[in-house]
Each structure stands twice: as C-alpha cells, then as structure tokens.
C-alpha cells in the first residue's frame, strides 16, 4: 500500500551537494549484505540517520521496525513510520532524520544481478524495474498491513542469523530469504498499488541481457562500450541510457563492478596473489586494480585478503 501521507519536494536541498558514495563489501560470490541497528536513546531530535547523505551501487530493502523520521530521497522527502518499507535503487541519492527515540531498522543491499539473474522475460526484470525505474517518493516508501509487517519481521531477523553466521549453504539461504522478502513485499504492493509507477516497456530487457552476457563472457579482456553495444544491437549513446534506466549505473561502472567482485572472490581462493588477479581480471596494471578495487570495495586489496584469511 503506498503510504497515506503526502509526499513534497524538501525545502532545503543543501544535502544533495553532500552525497557520498557509499561501499560495502559486496562481490558476485557474496551479493547480499545485511545490517540491523537499534539506537534506544540519544541527543535532542531531529538526528541525521547515517553520518551523511549517501548513494550506493546497489539496490535496498530498508524495513524501519521502530520509530519515526523523514525519509529524503532525491528532491523530495516524506515522513517515516514504524512499519514502513524503503526501496531504493543503485546511484539514488538518500538521507534520512530521526524524530523520536528509539530507532530500529534492518536494511538489506543485494547486487541488481541477483534478481536480474531470473531473466529479463521473467520475474528479474520486473522486481528489477521496481527498484531501478525512475519513480516519485510515495512509491518508493510502502506502508506494510500488520500481517506483511509480521511476516518480514520474521524473515529479516533470519536472514540477520544467516548472513552472521557461516553455516553450510550460507549464500544459498541468503539468497533464498532475499527472494522471499522481494517475492512478500512485491505481491503484496501489486494487489495494493493505486497506479503503475513502472513502464516496463520503457526498456528492452532483451538487448540488456545480451550486454549483461557480453560483459560476462568477456570481463578479462579489454572491453569498450562500443564492443558491448555492438553486442546488444545498440548504439553506444543508447547503451549508457538504457544502462542508467534498467541498473541506475554507466556500463562503465557496472563494468567495473562486476570485475572487482570477481576479484574479490579469486583474492580468496588459497594462494592467490594480487598482481596475478589483476592481470587476469583484464587491468592494464596493479596500480590501476588497486585504485579501482579500493574505490568499489572501500580496501586495499591487500587488505581484503587480510580480512578474508581470517
């Protein structure tokens, strides 16, 4: 159900000139990430919800358990419930205040592939497009009903005791409890939903498909956009648009992306060795895969291996 309050631009938009990029450790072998906070008490309200405004690579799912404030995203703003649901895409700049004490929330990011993974005719490109297209603020945050809050409830704290665990199979229940949280949130939101805030038509999933399987195939070797566009039966101008709608990033950037986190992955494996992956990651040299894998995973990789060895 799209929440029943209205939805204005900010009056003051001074936030947007602070966005920071924000990284977490995300990669192909470990798309999901998940965090809970819970904050009993703390100095006067209005409070800023995270140390600055922020965007992301990835998309979101925020459930805010407890507690009120103000949800900004992009130009406009709307007041937060207890019970509410944030869906974000990748590059929306975000913020949020708090009104009142205490505060809970869990929130998990996921790569856009691992929903696009199911295919651009099936099910992938229309969670996608949930989170991706472009849509004004009242449908992005969602008043759930007391059932749909009861049952999320349930499955964000197993997917917490998962995702801080490391039992066996631990990816594939991630991946398991996400696709149950998408699947309640976005049958429940089409039985509900008063207009359609997405045009599926917009895009051709089809064409991206086949830049995504390009980019795939030929990660390791020097690539351009014109090879992807080439691939996808488009021009270069219209594959950096088509990129932006269906993924909220450049080809360039999801490139980008999708080698480090294959880096991230062979930086684990036994033996491995830093100036070994980056050339086989298709890097001219190691200090560009060190500059490019600080800026997407936020660490050295040096450290990365440090922190994965453990």
Same mark, same amino acid.
């Given at each position: ?12 938009? #001074? ?7 924000? +990284?977490?450790?995300?990669?192909? &072998? ?9 904050? &009993?008490?703390?100095?006067?309200? %209005?409070?800023?919800?995270? %140390? ?9 799912? =925020? ?13 406009? /703003?709307?007041?937060?419930?207890? !019970? ?41 490109? +229309? ?16 008043? =759930? ?34 696709? #149950?949280?998408?699947? &309640?949130?976005? $049958? ?5 939903? $008063? ?13 991206? #498909? /086949? ?36 993924? !909220? ?7 980008? &992306?999708?080698?480090?986190?294959? =880096? ?29 894998? +600080? ?16």
């Amino acid at each position: 159900m799209i929440a029943s309050f209205d939805s204005a631009p900010t009056e003051h938009l #001074e936030w947007l000139g602070q966005v920071q990029e924000v +990284r977490h450790p995300l990669s192909q &072998s470990h798309p999901i990430w998940v965090h809970s906070s819970v904050i &009993s008490a703390g100095a006067s309200v %209005p409070q800023p919800s995270v %140390p600055c405004p922020e965007q992301h690579p990835y998309c979101e799912v =925020a459930f805010v358990r407890e507690g009120r404030g103000w949800q900004y995203i992009g130009r406009e /703003k709307l007041e937060r419930n207890s !019970g509410d649901l944030i869906l974000l895409g990748p590059g929306l700049p975000h913020y949020g205040m708090h009104l009142d004490w205490p505060q809970r929330h869990s929130v998990v990011y996921f790569l856009p592939t691992v929903v696009f993974e199911m295919g651009p005719e099936g099910d992938g490109a +229309r969670v996608l497009a949930r989170f991706t297209q472009p849509q004004p603020i009242r449908h992005r945050v969602l008043r =759930a009903t007391p059932e749909l809050r009861a049952r999320l409830e349930t499955l964000f704290d197993e997917l917490q005791t998962e995702f801080d665990g490391d039992a066996l199979c631990r990816e594939l229940r991630l991946r398991s409890l996400l696709a #149950e949280i998408l699947s &309640s949130i976005l $049958r429940w939101d089409g039985c509900f939903r $008063r207009e359609e805030a997405v045009d599926r038509q917009a895009l051709n999933w089809v064409q991206i #498909e /086949k830049a995504l399987r390009y980019i795939q195939e030929h990660y390791t070797e020097a690539i351009y956009v014109q090879d992807v566009a080439r691939a996808a039966g488009v021009g270069a101008s219209g594959l950096q648009t088509m990129f932006r709608d269906a993924l !909220g990033i450049s080809c360039m950037q999801y490139l980008l &992306s999708f080698r480090i986190s294959h =880096a991230a992955a062979a930086l684990c494996q036994p033996g491995a060795r830093v100036a070994d992956v980056a050339m086989a990651m298709g890097f001219e040299s190691l200090s560009n895969f060190n500059t490019a894998f +600080r800026r997407v995973m936020a660490m050295s990789p040096t450290e990365y291996m440090r922190r994965h060895s453990q």
